[in-house]
């Protein structure tokens, strides 16, 4: 039983508090992304609720075919807004200190291991219920594809894509990059990290 998942970051998204959209260069990339996995046999597309992830697999959506089910676990680990009064000062510092920490339990949102845990669930439900060689993908957040990975690989193997994947974790994901996954016989490997190949 053969899975492959592709790990999308949303486009580039608006600068201000909240539920934001993409800006027209993230909607640019959504387009490429589309164009580049129109070319795969996708069979299903699950996006995070987060209106910048609905708005990438929209383009994706136009060009596979393919209907977008939403998933609450792909949301963000916490997201600028959720905690009322928070200055962005003050999010980044929470968010670093999630990151430094993956047991950190913040105000809002989850822990870094909490978030990598509700990833690794969907994914997991999903390598058991869809057929075999189902070609999935997932738009998501680049928090939540690095705290699934630092959840679920020994240091080694991240290392292997950047010398120093931990520390660098929070500046590793560019907007709609893809992450491709293999999963196959109960274990995961990631076949491409982070490619901004089709955005060139």
């Keep these: 039983m053969r899975t492959t998942f592709f790990l999308v970051r949303h ?3 608006e600068k201000r508090i909240g539920d934001v959209s993409i800006t027209s260069e993230g909607a640019a990339q ?4 589309a164009l580049h996995l129109a070319n795969v046999p996708v069979t299903k597309i699950i996006a995070s609720p987060l209106r910048r992830a609905i708005d990438t697999a929209a ?10 089910m939403e998933d609450l676990r792909l949301r963000e680990r916490a997201n600028w807004g959720d905690l009322p009064e928070q200055t962005f000062e003050e999010f980044i510092e929470m968010w670093d200190r999630c990151t430094n920490d993956p047991d950190y339990l913040p105000p809002v949102g989850d822990s870094s291991k909490q978030a990598g845990e509700r990833l690794a ?5 999903l390598t058991n219920v869809e057929p075999p060689d189902s070609h999935i993908v997932i738009v998501t957040h680049g928090g939540l594809i690095t705290d699934f990975l630092v959840n679920t ?8 894509w950047h010398p120093d994947f931990i520390a660098m974790q929070s500046q590793l994901i560019p907007e709609c990059s893809i992450t491709t996954l293999i999963h196959e016989n109960g274990k995961y490997t990631i076949q491409d990290f982070a490619s901004v190949a089709h955005l060139k």
């Excluded at 383009?59 to 977008?68: A, F, G, K, P």
């Excluded at 669930?121 to 439900?125: A, G, P, R, V």
Aim: proline share 3%; aromatic share 4%.
């Design 121 to 125: 669930s969907s994914l997991t439900e």
């Design 11 to 13: 486009g580039v998204k």
């Design 59 to 68: 383009h994706i959506s136009l060009q596979t075919n393919v209907t977008v």
């Design 30 to 33: 959504a387009k490429s992304t």
């Design 153 to 160: 690989f020994p240091a080694n193997e991240l290392n292997v």
